[in-house]
């Protein structure tokens, strides 16, 4: 197994054999890859193997996570076609035996994880696993909004579309919309609290903002969007159609004092770019009340939820190495 520097051209080959598998998460996105401190894109290596992915990284010295207690490289789950997973781990255990590497998984899918031999692998126990789950809902849910639990989201689009009826345009990003999707987040980020917001994760946002403007140019299966009110951009949401097949939501941003313009963004977007997804990923609420209430009233039909796997023993060998 031969680890080179990853390149945004690695694209291509990862979304070939994304397109072979039923993964709904967000981890084999390069935006996300690229996008958050965490990854530490610089430090990133890809090995291509057997038909497989295998990614692994350095956690970022800025990287606020649990995580970045391992002793080394992290590897991403490895990515493979439908029924292959358990055979690719055992190929990447092989290679670190070899070379001395720590084997550490992280973000593995919860039914990965449990599919794997317990003999040899074990789950590490985290007690914040539930603010890494990414919500997944139906397309048809969230386009169509049917039926009495979906009623206040439909009242507030009719507000926002029967006030500004007129006025308002959902329309592609061009390049001439940086200037106006800038200032609205700028807007967005000075009314966040410091808890809920600090200046790491502010640099970050402002990262994946320009990344996924960027991409929406580049690529066809990245798009961008924004909501126009009076020829002001009043709100902007950004996404991706995996080789999967599920749309994943980046980022939405609006103005609240135009009342509706989160759920009129959620809505239109989904009906523009995902009707024929398998599912919408509108990814974690990283542990945020507020955040957490608003994809709950989404009704969410499942999750993408992820774990730590390590070999059997491992955590013990790390005790005793301490106590040592």
Request: aromatic content about 14%; glycine content about 6%; proline content about 3%.
């Amino acid at each position: 197994m031969q680890f080179e520097k990853i390149k945004e051209s690695d694209k291509k080959r990862i979304d070939e054999v994304l397109a072979k598998t039923d993964h709904a998460g967000s981890e084999y996105s390069m935006l996300y890859l690229r996008g958050w401190d965490f990854f530490d894109f610089d430090t990133m290596t890809i090995a291509f193997e057997q038909g497989y992915v295998f990614i692994r990284f350095s956690p970022h010295l800025l990287a606020e996570d649990e995580e970045s207690d391992s002793h080394g490289y992290i590897f991403m789950p490895p990515l493979a076609p439908k029924g292959e997973f358990c055979k690719a781990v055992d190929l990447l255990r092989e290679y670190c035996e070899s070379t001395g590497e720590e084997f550490y998984i992280s973000s593995c899918r919860k039914e990965d994880a449990e599919s794997l031999d317990p003999t040899v692998y074990e789950i590490a126990d985290k007690p914040d696993y539930r603010n890494y789950a990414e919500y997944l809902y139906r397309p048809e849910d969230l386009i169509e909004l049917k039926g009495k639990k979906y009623h206040a989201k439909r009242n507030f689009i009719s507000r926002f579309t029967n006030t500004y009826h007129e006025n308002y345009v959902f329309r592609t990003y061009t390049e001439n919309d940086r200037e106006g999707v800038c200032a609205l987040f700028g807007e967005w980020i000075k009314s966040k609290s410091f808890d809920e917001y600090h200046d790491n994760m502010e640099r970050q946002e402002k990262r994946v903002v320009r990344l996924a403007l960027e991409y929406s140019l580049k690529y066809d299966d990245f798009f961008a969007d924004v909501m126009e009110v009076d020829g002001r951009i009043v709100g902007f949401e950004t996404g991706e159609l995996t080789a999967s097949g599920v749309g994943i939501v980046h980022l939405e941003k609006g103005d609240v004092e135009y009342d509706g313009i989160y759920p009129s963004l959620c809505q239109m977007f989904a009906a523009k770019h995902f009707s024929g997804a398998r599912f919408i990923n509108r990814q974690e609420d990283m542990g945020l009340e507020g955040l957490r209430k608003s994809k709950k009233s989404y009704h969410p039909c499942g999750f993408v939820e992820k774990r730590i796997v390590r070999l059997v023993g491992a955590n013990e060998k790390e005790r005793l190495g301490q106590k040592n």
